[in-house]
């Protein structure tokens, strides 16, 4: 029997009714567009591929983080209902404000609960924030509490390796965060930014790119020197838009190294809005 509750932010990007299956409890984001906020429940492939589209056609989303409120009747309906404590896996506190806002409620629930609430930070999104919850489930079944496996995963959190490239920057401009020109000149001679999260959690450029293959070449590379072959969880391997990148990555590590241990996932609409429909992601361990 589980003596902890596993929960998350669907930030996560898994299908919603895998989560149900591995008994993983999850809060709803939230997307915004023509002044509709619509949750994300996402549970096929298609229901993300029709978001991609739509950002393809050029439809603009932008972004909501949870409040105070939101989180905190969450958690108070997880307690009541299972007496047990919960361990949630939040979004970078890098990213958003939500991880805080967390954080503050469970040590205003923790003051008068006799069940306690811990907040995990990722440090990372997407199929980042999925490894780590991947881990945690490992942990929760094989009989940890809820602080032994947030002790646990807040070591292994630092040397979890969350790198991705963007094949356009078309969404970045949108947003505001690079101009008109940057983007043109970016198109222009096929750019592809290569990025990571930090120790903070935060997004930090590694590498400029041209090309695909070269942004490909560059995420293999770095996983080649440093994957933990011994590593508990698996390699997760994230797209938005056309997995073609992805599927040639994966093609690699089969290929060269035999590995067949791989998670492949969508990179859901939260993130997407920001990033756009054109990403490659590659998450592992390194080793120590």
Do not use: W
């Not at 809060?27 to 492939?45: L, P, Q």
């Not at 958690?75 to 209902?81: A, G, H, K, Q, S």
């Not at 991947?134 to 940890?144: F, I, P």
């Not at 797209?239 to 492949?264: C, H, Q, S, V, W």
């Amino acid at each position: 029997m589980d003596k902890f509750v596993l929960s998350t932010d669907t930030c996560c990007d898994e299908l919603k009714s895998n989560l149900k299956k591995n008994r993983i409890e999850y809060i709803k984001m939230a997307f915004i567009c023509d002044g509709e906020i619509f949750e994300d429940n996402f549970d096929s492939v298609e229901e993300y591929k029709f978001f991609y589209d739509e950002m393809k056609k050029g439809k603009i989303y932008s972004t909501t983080g949870l409040n105070h409120f939101q989180i905190k009747e969450y958690f108070m309906e997880i307690l009541e209902r299972t007496k047990m404590d919960i361990l949630h896996v939040c979004l970078s506190s890098g990213l958003s404000v939500t991880c805080d806002v967390a954080n503050q409620v469970a040590e205003e629930i923790n003051k008068t609960s006799p069940n306690k609430v811990y907040i995990l930070d990722s440090k990372s999104a997407t199929q980042g924030q999925n490894a780590v919850l991947t881990y945690a489930m490992l942990l929760r079944n094989e009989g940890k509490t809820a602080l032994e496996t947030k002790d646990i995963l807040e070591k292994e959190i630092k040397r979890l390796c969350v790198t991705f490239f963007l094949g356009d920057l078309e969404a970045l401009k949108r947003g505001g965060r690079i101009s008109g020109a940057q983007a043109a000149i970016a198109k222009m001679v096929q750019l592809r930014p290569v990025l990571k999260f930090d120790q903070e959690g935060k997004l930090q450029i590694i590498e400029k790119a041209i090309g695909s293959k070269k942004a490909i070449k560059s995420l293999f590379d770095r996983f080649a020197k440093k994957y933990d072959p011994n590593s508990p969880i698996p390699i997760f391997l994230a797209y938005a838009g056309d997995p073609t990148n992805m599927n040639e990555l994966r093609k690699m590590f089969e290929e060269r190294f035999g590995i067949t241990n791989i998670i492949t996932g969508p990179v859901g609409p939260v993130i997407c809005s920001h990033t756009g429909p054109s990403l490659t992601g590659l998450i592992y361990l390194e080793r120590q």
